[in-house]
């Protein structure tokens, strides 16, 4: 009942998660609400106010009194020095928005922002996979693939915060075109868009040409949970795309052992799911290319906290500046 | 005269340099000898420690006293929490050699080991290129390719110590065989024995074949000063061959960029004095593929110390382990 707490908001391309988590890490309230993305920049700043007040409302009238602080977790990099969103992959409208004096205004109360993926490792750190562990390499295999690296029991963050785009390291130089303006990343072979390019690439298809009805969702949308079931059915085309995806993800996962000799490489989001089939080519190119003594110290794993590992990261983030310097 | 100081030994394939370096970072006496890296793996350890104590010796006659610390750096990835050594690509009898304790039994004080590009980079943040820099990627273009990481101020070892090994990150999945056993490594582009390769390759000659004189030294070894006065007469087959090196030491300078959002990016080592050649294919995979953002934020720069790092980086190392977790 009045457990001291803290806000978790994680907001993503559509929706927003926003949570009372205790400064134990449990989740004591969840409410959900749009992301309102494509909207004016302001427009979008407000929304994610506007939830954060209805849950300190909701909190209030449940006996939970105030927080100790609120920590808020939004796409793409941003720099965590000004609370400045540099470029945010779903919002158009923040390219160098300063976020946090915006939230702060219309909440009334200090606030703690971070990307996505940061929040994410650190929930992971403080409850799930990574608990006690102090080098951490964290993997987000979504729409798009994110970072989070946790060295020596802190978060990276670099200069001004925007560290940890894993996603962005080049596997294959001359490798198909990515969303961040590059070709060959990871997130190009590796991620939910990256998988799907894979597909089209396999068809003969045009980038956004419909597809085949089993790797759709009922939007019409390419649907990873879909060509994983057609994988699980022995269909070739879906064995050999994830066999890609698996081969440079083994690549890239490498190379991250290789530069930060890490005791865990954390993998999570939606694409993980399909690990079973990339598993085989993706642990061929670990051994083929990261140092065996290095190789042996590490274990490859799954996420353990899920979509509530946004909210709970977020929360340890507004609770716990100092570990993320 | 009686300034407190700690010596700093750098192991190379070939030669030792041992110093009496001052708790400011200057360097009070220096002494060399050779490595002998090619003997028994305890007569190589025995040669270190003969050295230390013949430094310890002339400092102690010429008014000295005692040094505060004793810091060691040899090649090759090390565990540093044991003292080591896993494998050294110049001593072939170092597998699993248990170098620290048989360091400080031979010379009888406390000793610290670590390797050379993590020394070499905590000389370049001590008294070099990034002094007071808080995040920093350090490169050594030399035999091979070897590199120390600076995080939110400290040293990266990671789990036992081998982390920073950034000339074995993939550039080019499809690229040359690598001395590590992988291929297509950083290491197999820009440094010595990779521009070698390039060059071998270019002019169809198979790997070890006598070079043309032109690029060789006066042991008939293949010699980057040779083939940058080459460069420098407008040579074609030189120029091609550190574009390529260029090329693909700008991919990785990228995806550093992008995992740590560094302030600056520190090249040294021998291949460093061809840096002019390598530049515009460098800046132009740097700019296609790591944010703009980040990019902007960051400097690469030469390393400001020279041969002299090794040994003030060891000396630091000694001096100040908490720097080092």
Same mark, same amino acid.
């Given at each position: 009942?009045?457990?001291?707490?803290?806000?978790?908001?994680?907001?993503?391309?559509?929706?927003?998660?926003?949570?009372?988590?205790?400064?134990?890490?449990?989740?004591?309230?969840?409410?959900?609400?749009?992301?309102?993305?494509?909207? &004016?920049?302001?427009?979008? %700043? #407000?929304?994610?106010?506007?939830?954060?007040?209805?849950?300190?409302?909701?909190?209030?009238?449940?006996?939970?009194?105030?927080?100790?602080?609120?920590?808020?977790?939004?796409?793409?990099?941003?720099?965590?020095?000004?609370?400045?969103?540099?470029?945010?992959?779903?919002?158009?409208?923040? @390219?160098?928005? $300063?976020?946090?004096?915006?939230? #702060?205004?219309?909440?009334?109360? &200090?606030?703690?922002? *971070?990307?996505?993926?940061?929040?994410?490792?650190?929930?992971?750190?403080?409850?799930?996979?990574?608990?006690?562990?102090? *080098?951490?390499?964290?993997?987000?295999?979504?729409? !798009?693939?994110?970072? !989070?690296?946790?060295?020596?029991? &802190?978060?990276?963050?670099?200069?001004? !915060?925007? %560290?940890?785009?894993?996603?962005?390291?080049?596997?294959?130089? *001359?490798?198909?075109?990515? *969303?961040?303006?590059?070709?060959?990343?990871?997130? %190009?072979?590796?991620?939910?868009?990256?998988?799907?390019?894979?597909?089209?690439?396999?068809?003969?298809?045009? $980038?956004?040409?419909?597809?085949?009805?089993?790797?759709?969702?009922?939007?019409?949308?390419?649907?990873? @949970?879909?060509?994983? =079931?057609?994988?699980?059915?022995?269909? @070739?085309?879906?064995?050999?795309?994830?066999?890609?995806?698996?081969?440079?993800?083994?690549?890239?996962?490498?190379?991250?052992?290789?530069?930060?000799?890490?005791?865990?490489?954390?993998?999570?989001?939606?694409?993980? !799911?399909?690990?079973?089939?990339?598993?085989?080519?993706?642990?061929?190119?670990?051994?083929?290319? =990261?140092?065996?003594?290095?190789?042996?110290?590490? &274990?490859?794993? @799954?996420? %353990?906290?899920?979509?509530?590992?946004?909210?709970?990261?977020?929360?340890?983030?507004?609770?716990?500046?100092?570990?993320?310097?």
């Amino acid at each position: 009942m009045t457990r001291a707490w803290a806000v978790g908001l994680d907001m993503g391309g559509t929706n927003i998660r926003c949570a009372a988590v205790s400064v134990a890490g449990d989740v004591i309230l969840m409410e959900h609400g749009p992301s309102l993305a494509s909207r &004016k920049a302001g427009d979008v %700043a #407000e929304n994610i106010a506007t939830q954060t007040l209805h849950l300190l409302d909701t909190a209030r009238r449940r006996g939970h009194g105030s927080p100790r602080a609120i920590g808020i977790a939004v796409p793409g990099p941003l720099d965590v020095q000004t609370g400045t969103v540099m470029q945010a992959p779903h919002v158009a409208a923040w @390219r160098g928005y $300063p976020l946090r004096n915006n939230l #702060e205004r219309l909440i009334g109360r &200090k606030v703690v922002v *971070d990307n996505d993926a940061n929040a994410w490792a650190l929930g992971e750190y403080w409850r799930g996979a990574a608990r006690g562990r102090r *080098d951490v390499v964290l993997l987000t295999l979504g729409t !798009g693939v994110g970072g !989070g690296l946790i060295v020596g029991g &802190k978060l990276v963050h670099g200069r001004s !915060g925007m %560290a940890g785009e894993l996603g962005h390291v080049t596997v294959n130089p *001359d490798g198909p075109p990515c *969303d961040c303006g590059s070709h060959g990343c990871l997130e %190009a072979y590796a991620s939910a868009s990256g998988l799907r390019g894979l597909v089209e690439n396999r068809l003969g298809l045009r $980038p956004g040409s419909p597809l085949p009805l089993q790797i759709v969702d009922s939007e019409k949308n390419f649907s990873v @949970r879909g060509l994983s =079931a057609q994988a699980r059915r022995g269909d @070739r085309l879906a064995l050999e795309t994830f066999a890609i995806a698996g081969h440079y993800l083994g690549i890239a996962i490498a190379s991250f052992l290789n530069i930060f000799n890490p005791e865990l490489v954390v993998i999570g989001g939606g694409v993980a !799911g399909a690990l079973p089939y990339m598993r085989k080519t993706m642990t061929a190119q670990v051994k083929a290319r =990261a140092f065996t003594a290095i190789c042996s110290q590490a &274990k490859i794993v @799954r996420a %353990a906290l899920g979509p509530r590992g946004g909210v709970v990261g977020a929360a340890y983030a507004g609770l716990h500046p100092v570990m993320r310097s």
